[in-house]
């Protein structure tokens, strides 16, 4: 099977940082090689070796992108035994190949965009390298851009042997909702590993209690920020279909001392506090 | 009307930040309608909600902008009653229409730019979003870019019924200039709400005394930040036009004790110092 | 002589942050007048003013580049009296034209890509601008990567006399390599002024002694991060081919109190430790 023939972008998300010239080095690679290609910056800023947060990363950028090749790189292994590897999606929309190292770093956001349909293995530079973005992932994603084949880049594998992270912390039940902390933004929002459905089975009032970080705090169900007094803390739908913890023009987790990985308690208030 | 045929760039300011993603997707939500459409991110770093800060970013960067699509997102009313609006610009170059939150951000760059000669209200989501940026303002601009009508958008609305944001301070008398401090850049230079006409009013000479922080500090006015000794304060006219406070290769800000918002006062030195 | 026909990219390289909006200006002006021209983002992270550090930076992005014309902006004279230039290289691949300010930034790059083949001095703005980025070298990339000559934008001068800066410090002996600290990158690895050749020439065996911050620690040679211990250091070969101080998935400079700039010794052991 070959994969969407309209080529879109090449987006790139990866933990080089923005301080050193790594994100721009493998930008320059792409463009080397596919001049033509757009390329769009989903971050590089994911925190350091931390694949986690990396594949959550990348969960929320991918039912948000055209179609095209995505190049995600947070790779403690790299050089290492750990496979390169270019997969093809059967999403009908959407980036059509995600490339990067087998470490777990592709897996939720191959599940979002239908799971994979083609694998390969991505042939090793010699000797191996410690910037595979630069000498293995960017030249693959280019020549994918360029009409080549997934079977040109590499030795083809079982997709179902890829490699998978730990799964996603997630407690439904009455009254109750426990959910790992996937992130914090930039706002200090506090996104959770749940969304309304489950706000819903754990049929949730107009207000529910936090219990994290040593403390028990009264949360509104709002439909934006600005409807949260300034002490206030929030419960919304985010831009990405989950619940999170907010404040107003603060940061919730700065408030409440939580932190990504932490796991948060949700619980339904039986009587108006 | 319509606005200016040559389609130019899509330029981004935003309070994002770097390390989530929101840039990046607002950045694949215009490719993804406009693909050829060349996107520039002027900056991503407004401090958050700081609409003043953004405001005043956006008015330094508009004279410099080739024609096009600017998206300027300093929202802290996203899915609140502020208006999304798509405002189109008299200036003969330069951006076309600038798109963004009605709370002030766009008002100066709109003077700049000769003015507003025609705004929509963007129509928001259904349910309305948390996340203006990647699900009204990128498509607004993208279908703009592609050649739409600002009334394709949404519903027109009266230009000179847009948010404004407080007036800039400064005060101009003889031998002394009252100036709000605009902005303290990467460098440590503080611009000020004044321009070398206001030094020429207030009959200034070589030196001034720089008041602020507390401190009085002689400034010498000079061309170049090279032109100063290593202990010493210097007095340009930077690169949009306005007085600044400057040391050599080091933090004005810093060495003075200022920040944006402060107000400094430049006093007339009538004999050498 | 006539630079590189192929048009490439236009590389940005500069210590101007990305806080500000310095060099969303700067890719603007490159867009203005050649909107067709594909703009990568090196870095514009270099420590402000540090000449040093953007050419090393330099020196180590212009061998993956394609064609295309390199803007580096580390600027402490701006304004002042040093040249403003734009150099053509000897290379047969990659960029054809480095322009920035003459004040050694450039010149490592330029030995990497055969040496300079011409170069101009940049007619100045009048009066003269404090932001050179926007008002003269982004303009004259655009003119450069639209087919203009190099003779069309300034007076010519010899290339022998663009400034350098001092030699990077290495010195090797049997058994001994004395190197300057190049770049702590993102990840805090050390890269030294030496390569693999350097340690063949010091009969270096599988482990080697680093001395420096006060201390001395024993370094395996390994070919990646992955093969180290947790509480080991390494020594490896890095993606620039520079002899590099490492540890696995933690800071080397970190662990080891290093900087850039400073000298770190590696001492050959004969017996095992």
Known sequence: MSWRADRGCVFLLTDYGSVDEF?????????????DAPVV????????????????ALARCVPHLGPGVVVAVVDPGVGAARRAVAVA??????????????????AWALDLLGGPTEAVSLRPTQPPSTFDGRDVFAPAA???????????????IDPMDLVRLRDIGLTVSAGRVEAEVLWIDHFGNIQLAAGEADAVSACFGPIVH????????????VGSFAQLEADEVGLVVDANGHLAVVCDRRS????????????????AISEPV
Chains 1, 2, 3 share one sequence.
């Open 142 to 156: 280019a020549r994918l851009w360029r009409g080549e084949s997934l079977a040109d880049l590499g030795t083809s």
């Open 41 to 56: 910056d989903l971050t590089h800023h994911i925190p350091p070796y931390d694949v986690r947060a990396g594949a959550l």
């Open 252 to 267: 919730a987790a700065s408030a409440l001392g939580i932190a990504a990985g932490d796991v948060l308690e949700l619980r």
């Open 89 to 106: 999606t059967g999403a009908a929309t959407g980036p059509g190949v995600l490339i990067g190292p087998d470490n777990g770093l592709l």
């Open 23 to 35: 994100a721009g080095i493998v930008r320059a690679a792409v463009s080397r090689s596919a001049p």
């Open 210 to 221: 936090v219990v994290g970080g040593g403390r028990v705090v009264p949360a509104r169900r």
